[in-house]
């Protein structure tokens, strides 16, 4: 672990290291003492770090940033789940930037070779949530998990070949089990049990979710019945034909209701605004389309609702890190 004019730069091997030395009787190392100890005051609150299963780490985080910093991880051929109760920090993960919004999510990254993840923490942000880093071994080992099971943007992160991300809302199985986490009374050998019974937990709620990502919201929101059954029928029309996707304007009208109520209530619901999951649905259907090799690059852009293919190019690059065109050689 190094530091580096404000910049915190660390591997797994760091942390391995951290908790090989530190853990307490719980099986925890707390980074917030460890930074203690180092005279680093830039943050207040919890963060701690647990060996889960042996061969993957998890960290708990409840704390708010006293002074800006940033952080560097530095990763390789790993899987990260990080759920955002709320608050956060802007990322930059698999080459896309993720900007703060405070809302409820999950970032689901693959981590092939030379992969680096950054945090940019601002002065005044909070930080509620809980990450998971795990070997695509580790845990298919665990949770025995086949491809043909999910999605294949999905099934390609599972895999952990390539450096890429998919961002989801959290359900409210995820968000209990999250606060659950956080919030848990235990301590010594106790707190250690409970903790990896709920990673688990957490695991398996979120592997059923990304088999069947739509379903798996439409089951578990706390939405009103009304508002349920609206964005149950928005979320079927946007899975519909991605080449005419209505306005969000001609959505409002639909749905009865105001463009910010429309806007708000599915942001607060997924986790995402409706532009942000339309474009990563189209980039999921883009990709599959490419692997087909069926269809030339700008058949796969019109198909998918852009008007040329340079449009299209830069939004998948933007997207997935990389050209279409790699796709389209493999």
């Avoid at 050998?189 to 979120?206: A, D, G, H, R």
């Amino acid at each position: 672990m190094e530091l580096i004019d404000k910049c915190i730069v660390a591997d797994v091997q760091d942390v391995q290291r951290l908790l090989a030395t530190n853990k307490n009787s719980a099986g925890l190392v707390s980074v917030k003492n460890f930074t203690q100890a180092q005279d680093l005051t830039w943050s207040s609150g919890k963060f701690d770090l647990y060996e889960y299963k042996e061969e993957a780490y998890a960290g708990i985080k409840d704390f708010s940033i006293a002074e800006a910093f940033t952080t560097k991880t530095r990763l390789s051929n790993l899987i990260s789940f990080e759920y955002m109760l709320n608050g956060g920090s802007d990322l930059e993960l698999a080459g896309r930037t993720f900007i703060n919004n405070d809302m409820p999510r999950l970032y689901v990254t693959s981590h092939g070779k030379s992969s680096e993840q950054t945090r940019f923490h601002k002065a005044g942000e909070k930080y509620k949530g809980v990450g998971i880093w795990i070997t695509p071994k580790k845990l298919d080992e665990l949770f025995s998990i086949h491809s043909i099971d999910f999605p294949h943007s999905i099934a390609e992160v599972l895999k952990a070949t390539n450096n890429r991300v998919l961002a989801l809302p959290l359900t409210g199985n995820m968000r209990h089990i999250v606060d659950q986490i956080l919030k848990h009374p235990f301590s010594e050998k106790l707190s250690f049990q409970f903790v990896e019974s709920k990673l688990t937990e957490l695991l398996c709620y979120t592997i059923k979710c990304m088999q069947s990502p739509e379903n798996a919201y439409n089951n578990d929101n706390q939405l009103s019945n009304a508002k349920n059954i609206a964005m149950k029928r928005l979320l079927s029309k946007l899975e519909g034909d991605l080449e005419k996707i209505p306005s969000v304007d001609e959505l409002s009208e639909e749905f009865g209701m105001s463009k910010a109520q429309l806007s708000n209530t599915f942001k607060s619901s997924y986790g995402m605004t409706i532009g942000e999951y339309i474009t990563q649905k189209r980039m999921q259907r883009s990709q599959a389309l490419i692997k087909e090799g069926k269809l030339s690059i700008l058949q796969v852009a019109i198909e998918v609702g852009y008007l040329n293919q340079s449009s299209f190019g830069r939004a998948f690059k933007k997207f997935f890190g990389y050209s279409p065109l790699k796709d389209k050689a493999l």
